[in-house]
């Protein structure tokens, strides 16, 4: 079946610009992450939903950053006012269940960021 | 707080030898650990995880892994590198207790040589 997809693949903003990226998680997976990848580094969490409920944001660098899943299925990343430091990989996982600590996450191919 | 400790950044194997990727975790409960490789311009994939069973874990392309809670390590390994096995490779712990998010180490860039 389809995995996880996100789009777009690559986008390059101007400093300033906002920018939102989208995840379609697994379809009828009920949890959602978003991670941050920084060039030569391991994904770093972000924020997660279960179903349309956002359980946890504590790893948003900023109150730029902001994340919605308004029907509990896709998700929408958005970036305002970007800033050089924002470029990274934006990596999506989706879970079946409650995304507990055995729960496998399976990973979207990511949106690549770069901001000029 | 989790943690998980990549000790080599680069390992570079000739094919047809063992491979062994090292990772340390910190972890205030029995945690769950996996074992993602990211090939380039590709999405992470699970090779295995270790979630409280057998602490022998046998994942996919070869590779398994073993859970040894006395000394906190959870390496990889594989009998024989193949050349399509260059990728980076991410240690990551799951801590217990409900919606967790992952935590990743650094990673290591696995190079296999001809």
């Known amino acids: 079946g389809a995995g996880v997809s996100q789009s777009p693949r690559y986008k390059v903003a101007k400093r300033g610009q906002d920018v939102a990226l989208r995840c379609d998680p697994i379809s009828g997976h009920v949890s959602l992450f978003w991670y941050q990848q920084a060039l030569g580094q391991g994904p770093e969490f972000l924020t997660y939903f279960q179903n349309e409920a956002q359980l946890d944001k504590s790893g948003l660098p900023s109150d730029r950053f902001f994340a919605e899943r308004p029907e509990g299925s896709v998700s929408t990343l958005k970036i305002q006012r970007t800033q050089q430091e924002d470029s990274a990989v934006y990596l999506c996982?989706?879970?079946?269940?409650?995304?507990?600590?055995?729960?496998?996450?399976?990973f979207g191919p990511g949106t690549r960021l770069l901001v000029l | 707080a989790q943690s998980v400790t990549q000790l080599d950044s680069h390992v570079s194997v000739s094919e047809g030898t063992p491979v062994l990727l090292r990772c340390n975790y910190s972890s205030s409960y029995s945690p769950s650990l996996f074992w993602y490789v990211q090939h380039p311009n590709k999405g992470l994939q699970l090779l295995l995880k270790y979630t409280s069973a057998a602490t022998l874990v046998k994942g996919i392309n070869g590779f398994e892994a073993e859970f040894k809670k006395s000394e906190t390590s959870f390496h990889l390994t594989k009998p024989s590198a193949h050349m399509s096995d260059a990728a980076e490779y991410f240690c990551?712990?799951?801590?217990?207790?409900?919606?967790?998010?992952?935590?990743f180490g650094k990673g290591t860039r696995l190079s296999v040589i001809a």
């Open positions: 996982a989706s879970s079946p269940g409650q995304g507990g600590p055995r729960e496998t996450q399976y």
């Open positions: 990551v712990v799951s801590p217990r207790g409900g919606n967790t998010p992952l935590v």
